[in-house]
């Protein structure tokens, strides 16, 4: 079945480490995103991509950074700068055309920063 | 700037009463859509609908319906005789037509129904 898969589910780390949450789809979607979500906050884009080699920055960018080496691939390196990692990742693709296109999304990764 | 409010945090109803989740947003866009999702605690958010500014029929899926109306910038969510399972946060969200930035949706803060058998 096509789909979303995030990896780890579950990922703890200590205060100061880098850590890189794994997003893979198979829906042949060209636009991929992050997402964090905290509760009470809805969710709040980090970056996006709509072609491989290029993504762009969300509202929430700093102290992340993303690659996209291919079509299927975007995963999400938390960095030491990032003030308050603590919180729920959700990746999400997408068809790019005009107009507003429905996001699919994966099951999310739990982050928790000891 | 845009924005979406969903002024309830939490609600709890008994199986088979009816629900509604309000959605108010706010745009100085005449072209817009806007959707709903949900998300189980699974984790995963699902579709349910996407309305485009220009159609304000109401719309009626199965025990799901929505009420479209621009005079109050809302788009309420209504389940009939809800169930356990439409146990999830909903979230109500908003997007530009015109933008080339196609995913970059702006949430509101989601209602958590509590569906209790």
């Known amino acids: 079945d096509g789909g979303i898969t995030q990896s780890p589910k579950y990922l703890f780390r200590k205060e100061g480490q880098n850590v890189t949450l794994s997003c893979e789809q198979n829906l042949n979607h060209d636009a991929m995103y992050w997402y964090r979500q905290d509760p009470g906050q809805g969710l709040r884009l980090i970056y996006y991509?709509?072609?491989?080699?290029?993504?762009q920055k969300g509202d929430i960018a700093e102290g992340y950074s993303v690659s996209r080496e291919k079509k299927e691939s975007f995963p999400l390196t938390v960095t030491s700068a990032q003030k308050n990692p603590t919180a729920f990742y959700l990746c999400?693709?997408?068809?790019?055309?005009?107009?507003?296109?429905?996001?699919?999304f994966g099951a999310g990764s739990r982050l928790t920063v000891l | 700037a845009q924005k979406v409010t969903q002024a309830q945090t939490e609600i709890s109803v008994v199986e088979k009463e009816d629900v509604t989740l309000d959605c108010v947003y706010e745009t100085r866009d005449t072209t817009y859509y806007l959707f709903w999702y949900k998300q189980p605690p699974s984790g995963e958010l699902v579709f349910l609908i996407r309305?485009?500014?220009?159609?304000?029929q109401n719309e009626i899926s199965g025990r799901y319906s929505w009420n479209f109306q621009k005079s109050t910038s809302s788009f309420n969510f209504t389940i009939t005789a809800s169930q356990v399972v439409d146990s999830a946060v909903y979230f109500c969200a908003l997007i530009k037509l015109t933008s080339s930035n196609t995913g970059k949706l702006i949430f509101g803060q989601g209602t958590t129904l509590q569906v209790k058998p």
């Open positions: 999400a693709s997408s068809i790019v055309r005009s107009g507003a296109n429905v996001l699919t």
């Open positions: 991509s709509q072609i491989v080699n290029d993504f």
């Open positions: 309305r485009n500014s220009f159609d304000e």
